[in-house]
């Protein structure tokens, strides 16, 4: 075991461990304009940040009063999507470095995810990070997405690991209620900075505001050793 003590660590996938955003938005924004809606914008894209892709086209049907039956936009999306995803995912350069520290510590980890399995597998194989992340759960795989804390709480079911020793790292204020909700701390890095004051982050256990721009991998490694070591203490203090 690592000076981390029973850690484990769940990180959201799109937004967090790598900049998926701009090939959903342009999957979106094709399978919209398909369907008669042309002027889809990233600001527009921006709300459906942190939300399931299955969620997504429901909510895209009573938006703008679509005809077409949800699985029949989820396959058009998911079909555009994966194209670009298996061409052009970036890696947040420190998020890789993270898992490659937490893995040389033998740190459980796994992903959670509101992608599908097939877009989840297909990323963490073409970015390499599937070689350090086993265990990856999709919201299709639960009863509820995010804010919900099922994708979470299956996570730590398949690493064997309690909810309290686990930490998830999250890019949407969706997502940090649903750790929150969960029972583990969260560290919360906003896709979008303006959102950092969304309630959703308020019972994060770290908030950087500023996303990916305030995030490191050696102070995010130190963070979870100082508060290993605290928890620790805690827990051999007398009752």
């Known amino acids: 075991m ?14 967090t461990l790598v900049d998926s955003e701009p090939n959903y938005f342009e999957a979106s924004r094709r399978t919209l304009a398909e369907h008669g809606v042309p002027d889809f914008t990233w600001t527009d894209h921006e709300g459906y940040v942190g939300i399931s892709t299955r969620e997504t086209v429901v909510l895209w049907r009573e938006r703008y009063a679509l005809s077409a039956p949800p699985e029949e936009l989820l396959a058009a999306l998911e079909r555009r999507y994966l194209a670009l995803a298996r061409i052009r995912t970036r890696v947040y350069p420190q998020m890789r470095a993270f898992v490659e520290l937490l893995a040389a510590e033998a740190v459980p980890m796994a992903v959670a995810s509101g992608s599908s399995p097939e877009a989840i597998a297909a990323i963490l194989a073409g970015t390499g990070l599937g070689a350090h992340l086993r265990t990856a759960v999709s919201a299709d795989e639960v009863p509820h997405g995010k804010p919900a804390p099922d994708v979470f709480l299956e996570a730590a079911r398949r690493l064997g690991a309690d909810p309290a020793d686990c930490v998830v790292l999250e890019d949407a204020a969706l997502g940090a209620a649903a750790a929150h909700a969960a029972g583990m701390r969260c560290l919360a890095l906003p896709y ?3 959102q950092a004051h969304d309630p959703g982050f308020a019972d994060a256990s770290l908030l950087l505001p500023g996303g990916q721009e305030d995030f490191t991998a050696r102070s995010a490694y130190a963070w979870l050793r100082e508060t290993a070591g605290a928890r620790r203490h805690r827990e051999r203090r007398p009752g």
């Open 192 to 194: 979008v900075a303006a």
């Open 2 to 15: 690592s000076d981390l003590g029973a850690l484990s660590v769940i990180f959201d996938l799109d937004g």
